[in-house]
Nanobody, 132 residues
Framework: QVLVVESGGGSVQAGGSLTLSCEVSGAPGGRACIAWFRQVPGKEREGVAAIDSDDATTYARSAKGRFTISRDNAKNTVYLRMNNLKPEDTAMYYC??????????????????????????WGQGTQVTVSS
């Protein structure tokens, strides 16, 4: 069974930084495409960044130049380093694992339709709050 656990959220002032961690266990062969999404109440879940098993990465436009996604295979962990945070980055951040394909890459430019959320394994979420 695939298990996804996020950590590292918190409250910061605008311009500050945070690093989120996502530990993924149980992926077949240890290979999975891992992505970060975020969601605010009343809106669809939107992509932030994704990394595949070969360390190729992609970012949403809102994250480019400020966020960096990376992975440590020895620790089964993916990180999201977020710099120069803005109040509009405030959201619940979710980590998702796709053990079948690189489908999260598709959702960096458009929200994930609710019926397709079940395609991925999700963590419980970690709150990020950025104050002005």
């Amino acid at each position: 069974q695939v298990l996804v656990v996020e950590s590292g959220g918190g409250s910061v002032q605008a311009g500050g930084s945070l690093t989120l961690s996502c530990e993924v266990s149980g992926a077949p062969g240890g290979r999975a495409c891992i992505a970060w999404f975020r969601q605010v109440p009343g809106k669809e879940r939107e992509g932030v960044a994704a990394i595949d098993s070969d360390d190729a990465t992609t970012y949403a436009r809102s994250a480019k130049g400020r966020f960096t996604i990376s992975r440590d295979n020895a620790k089964n962990t993916v990180y999201l380093r977020m710099n120069n945070l803005k109040p509009e980055d405030t959201a619940m951040y979710y980590c998702a694992a796709d053990t079948v394909a690189r489908r999260p890459f598709t959702y960096m430019t458009r929200p994930v339709p609710t019926p397709l959320l079940d395609n991925f394994y999700w963590g419980q979420g970690t709150q990020v709050t950025v104050s002005s």
